[in-house]
């Protein structure tokens, strides 16, 4: 029989204080080694369960302990240049649910086949898994291309040129509305507002790391289908949301500022701008907001200063090329308060 350390101690003279004390480290370090292995075997438990759950495993089950990466627990990032199609099944022949952005993200619930099941935004549905990124790939890339955006938490969110309460009010956002952060200074954030500099009180907002979201097919398809020239040219605009946005382009697939995109749709219905929102708002007449119809200019800026375009498309509603984040979007026609309203359609 092997005699314990605190025999082998106690037997050549040495204390049973000395003894015990020796005895205690020996447990101790064993504990400690326990801990390590504890939290080796927790990170492989997780590889493990990301790895499962790519495979089709439940991933409410398996990533319970996960810790969530831009709200989302086990994430997925499309993959493309454009759009990546979501839908209704699995498979090319379903209809489809929405869109994805490239760099978009999306929680991954499943696997079947080529295809896995997702959901983004309010959009659910399927994409083929071989444009969607997923696992450690997912969550090493999306630093990259994930934004810090600040949500207005209060009735109206005033943006203003800089950061204190004396100058001039460059926009007047509603509560919901998201600013993208460029730089924490404490107190101020500033933020982009459709490609403009401006400042917001850190009180009236929450900040977030966000990744783009899927659009929905009302998004995607606003007043398709209706034959009157004015909404055949909503229709025809909205075709081009979730396309990216490029200072001074003008192409509506490659890249279109505010001003080039709503130049580049006018032109196919034979009504040439001006590539500047300033004088696009000197083109046709100023009318009341409350008369809108889809097809007029809305345009926004600080003061009587124009620097921004969009074209309304119904319902309180506007379409426009607003940042390098966002690309194409549609947006809530008051998210600023709007400079003027203009018609160029007859």
Same mark, same amino acid.
């Given at each position: 029989m092997t005699a314990s350390p605190a025999e082998v101690l106690a037997d050549t003279g040495v204390t049973a204080g000395i003894s015990d004390a020796i005895t205690t480290n020996l447990e101790e370090e064993n504990k400690v080694n326990a801990g390590i292995s504890s939290e080796i075997a927790e990170c492989i438990d997780v590889s493990n369960a990301m790895a499962e759950v790519s495979k089709g495993e439940d991933a409410t089950t398996m990533l319970a302990n996960i810790p969530q990466m831009c709200g989302y627990t086990n994430l997925g990032i499309a993959k493309v240049e454009g759009n990546l199609n979501v839908r209704q099944g699995p498979s090319e022949d379903s209809e489809l649910a929405g869109k994805m952005p490239g760099n978009a993200g999306c929680e991954i619930l499943g696997v079947e086949g080529d295809w896995t099941e997702i959901k983004s935004g309010e959009v659910s549905g399927y994409v083929k898994s071989e444009f969607l990124l997923n696992g450690m *790939? *997912? !969550?090493?890339?999306? /630093?990259?291309?994930?934004?810090?955006? *600040?949500?207005?938490?209060?009735?109206?969110? !005033?943006? !203003?040129?800089? /950061?204190?309460?004396e100058c001039e009010i460059m926009a007047l956002m509603a509560v919901g509305e998201e600013v993208e952060v460029l730089e924490d200074q404490g107190d101020w954030l500033k933020v982009s507002v459709d490609s403009e500099v401006g400042y917001v009180s850190s009180d009236y907002v929450e900040v977030s790391n966000e990744l783009t979201k899927a659009m929905t097919m009302t998004e995607v398809k606003y007043g398709q289908g209706v034959s009157d020239v004015r909404v055949d040219l909503v229709s025809y605009a909205c075709q081009f949301v979730g396309n990216p946005y490029v200072w001074g382009g003008t192409s509506l697939t490659n890249g279109a500022d505010c001003s080039g995109f709503t130049l580049s749709i006018f032109a196919k219905y034979g009504i040439y701008l001006p590539h500047s929102s300033a004088a696009q708002a000197g083109c046709g007449r100023r009318i009341n907001a409350s008369e809108a119809q889809p097809g007029d200019l809305f345009f926004y800026g600080s003061g009587s200063r124009i620097s921004h375009v969009a074209i309304y498309i119904g319902n309180g509603q506007i379409v426009h090329a607003s940042s390098r984040r966002t690309g194409i979007k549609i947006s809530n026609a008051y998210y600023r308060s709007p400079i003027c309203v203009v018609r160029v359609l007859d």
């Open positions: *790939a *997912a !969550r090493d890339y999306a /630093p990259e291309v994930m934004s810090t955006i *600040a949500t207005c938490n209060t009735e109206t969110l !005033r943006v !203003r040129e800089e /950061p204190n309460t």
